[in-house]
């Protein structure tokens, strides 16, 4: 390899990372032709996986192509801890059948972003299953408790007087002695995992391996355009969710977050990047457009191709067009006169009477394509309507 060649291969790999400890080290590191191990930590705290969790993986997968190797850690021990990061309050402990029910599922999605061929699987449990307590005080030994509550979230909870368990200030120490039994070279994790990623090069010393180098990609934001991609937080989309579903989330997006999206989420190339940004600036492109390929390329990476073009053709159909779904889910109900809010609530439209109530005021409520005009007027229902509640709720109701 040559050296331009070399020099373009590090570029290519640290492209859009955030966080790079020791930079200067493992550029060299790369450009030598040396093959590393990277290591990626997955607590399988919940059974499905979002886009937010698919940018490290992207990275992942650029680094497997240059011929390095990807050690994914399955954390069946830190899971049960849960890592309190970015969190004010202690998570709940899983247990071992759910949490390895997890990361089956985890696996699974992940895999279709990483070549499952060119990766190395470990489970924490194998050495932590005969970890003995003189083992686990000799790992305690690498930290004092002032380091360990150097972490923001500590801090925070703190201020606030809410409590911190015990078992909260080993999950990092758990995670550096994961990086002293893979012996990993590099490790990988979001910009919110720092401080652990930091404590796993001090683990490393402690146990006289050399340190590793760090690496940190952007945490994506959700679809609200203010926080972090959370399902707890209702703003995520899932790598499982339906094609159709996935197109019309990331349609919902913010104009601001377009370019984001399609450079952690894609392969767009940096100069890719720079003519769309070009474009949204002079008007030549509407973000609208740039949004509906973006959506077109992420939906393609889970479905395919064509599950991607029939998707976005569907969304135009609808919101575009203003014509029905191909398939609307349809509820069982009596044919006849109604009140409007029973009916909403029957259809799973409205969650009380009062919100029904509300919705039908504010005018976002038609049958059959007619407004409704008021709450208190009966409607009548015929078999095979369809009532909908702004853009894109409705349901078909069928006569029982």
């Given at each position: 390899m040559s050296e331009v060649e070399s020099s373009s291969a590090a570029s290519e790999l640290l492209r859009g990372v955030v966080d790079c400890v020791n930079r200067e080290r493992l550029e060299a590191r790369l450009n030598s032709g040396a093959k590393l191990r990277i290591k990626f930590g997955v607590d399988p705290s919940a059974p499905d996986i979002h886009l937010g969790h698919t940018v490290p993986m992207r990275l992942l997968r650029r680094w497997q192509t240059r011929g390095h190797l990807p050690?994914?850690?399955?954390?069946?021990?830190?899971?049960?801890?849960?890592?309190?990061?970015?969190?004010?309050?202690?998570?709940?402990?899983?247990?071992?059948?759910?949490?390895?029910?997890?990361?089956?599922?985890?696996?699974?999605?992940?895999?279709?972003?990483?070549?499952?061929?060119?990766?190395?699987?470990?489970?924490?449990?194998?050495?932590?299953?005969?970890?003995?307590?003189?083992?686990?005080?000799?790992?305690?030994?690498?930290?004092?408790?002032?380091?360990?509550?150097?972490?923001?979230?500590?801090?925070?909870?703190?201020?606030?007087?809410?409590?911190?368990?015990?078992?909260?200030?080993?999950?990092?120490?758990?995670?550096?002695?994961?990086?002293?039994?893979?012996?990993?070279?590099?490790?990988?994790?979001?910009?919110?995992?720092?401080?652990?990623?930091?404590?796993?090069?001090?683990?490393?010393?402690?146990?006289?391996?050399?340190?590793?180098?760090?690496?940190?990609?952007?945490?994506?934001?959700?679809?609200?355009?203010?926080?972090?991609?959370?399902?707890?937080?209702?703003?995520?989309?899932?790598?499982?969710?339906?094609?159709?579903?996935?197109?019309?989330?990331?349609?919902?997006?913010?104009?601001?977050?377009?370019?984001?999206?399609?450079?952690?989420?894609?392969?767009?190339?940096?100069?890719?990047?720079?003519e769309f940004r070009r474009g949204l600036q002079s008007g030549r492109i509407h973000p609208r457009a740039l949004k509906a390929d973006m959506a077109t390329r992420v939906v393609a990476q889970f479905h395919g191709e064509a599950a991607a073009r029939e998707a976005a053709s569907e969304f135009d159909r609808v919101f575009r067009d203003h014509e029905l779904p191909s398939e609307i889910e349809e509820v069982a109900v009596a044919e006849g006169t109604h009140d409007v809010r029973d009916l909403l609530l029957t259809a799973g439209l409205a969650t009380s009477r009062s919100e029904a109530a509300r919705l039908v005021t504010q005018g976002g409520v038609r049958l059959d394509g007619v407004r409704v005009g008021g709450w208190r007027e009966p409607v009548v229902v015929s078999d095979g309507a369809v009532i909908r509640v702004g853009p894109r709720r409705m349901k078909r109701l069928r006569a029982r």
């Open positions: 050690v994914l850690i399955i954390g069946d021990y830190t899971a049960r801890i849960g890592d309190p990061t970015g969190r004010s309050d202690t998570r709940p402990q899983l247990g071992q059948d759910q949490v390895e029910s997890n990361a089956r599922t985890y696996l699974d999605q992940l895999f279709q972003v990483v070549d499952s061929t060119r990766v190395e699987v470990r489970r924490q449990s194998e050495w932590f299953d005969s970890f003995t307590l003189d083992r686990m005080l000799s790992l305690a030994r690498t930290a004092t408790v002032a380091q360990l509550l150097q972490r923001s979230d500590f801090e925070q909870r703190i201020r606030a007087e809410q409590p911190i368990g015990v078992h909260e200030l080993f999950y990092p120490l758990l995670q550096g002695y994961d990086s002293v039994a893979v012996r990993a070279d590099v490790e990988l994790g979001g910009t919110d995992q720092l401080f652990n990623l930091l404590c796993g090069r001090e683990v490393q010393a402690a146990y006289g391996i050399p340190a590793q180098d760090i690496v940190t990609v952007p945490l994506l934001v959700g679809l609200d355009g203010e926080r972090k991609m959370s399902k707890s937080l209702g703003n995520a989309v899932a790598v499982a969710d339906p094609p159709g579903q996935q197109f019309g989330q990331l349609m919902s997006l913010p104009d601001s977050l377009v370019l984001p999206y399609l450079e952690l989420l894609t392969e767009v190339t940096g100069d890719e990047l720079d």
